[in-house]
């Protein structure tokens, strides 16, 4: 046997010591960390949509708080001429996450907040 035929089956047992048959010749680890690195992602974009649901499909404030100063003004008659009596009050909303929040009136009178109907009752 010449040194030729010899040079050629050690190239080829070496090969195929490192390369088995379940890798191809052209293969490496990049698709397969690849895949395992999106299912990771995927995976945790998953659980984070599914803790947070309470938190995103909330149609309401969940917290917060809104100011107003009212000037209301009663007049005698259509003419807005005469004037009756005013009325100066600040109003503060507290929102709480729900569809009636707290509303306050001159920090005096208390009363709930219907967000879906409008309705204001006493609380």
């Known amino acids: 046997m010449s040194s030729h035929p010899r040079q050629l089956l ?3 047992f070496v090969r ?10 052209d293969a490496d680890r990049h698709e397969s ?10 995976l945790g974009l998953f ?6 649901t309470k938190y995103l499909f909330n ?5 917060g708080t809104l100011s107003y100063v009212v ?3 009663r007049y005698r008659s259509n003419q807005f001429a005469e004037v009756e009596k005013t009325w100066d009050a600040t109003v503060v909303i507290v929102f709480d996450g729900t569809a009636t929040p707290e509303l306050t009136v ?6 709930r907040l219907n967000l879906v109907s409008g309705v204001v009752a006493r609380s």
Do not use: E, K, Q, W
């Open 59 to 63: 149609p309401y404030l969940l917290s």
């Open 33 to 42: 960390l690849s895949m395992f690195g999106a299912m990771l992602v995927s």
């Open 10 to 12: 050690t190239a080829h």
């Open 71 to 73: 000037h209301a003004v």
């Open 16 to 25: 195929r010591l490192i390369d088995d048959d379940l890798i191809s010749p």
């Open 106 to 111: 001159n920090g005096v009178f208390h009363y």
């Open 47 to 52: 659980v984070s949509v599914l803790v947070s």
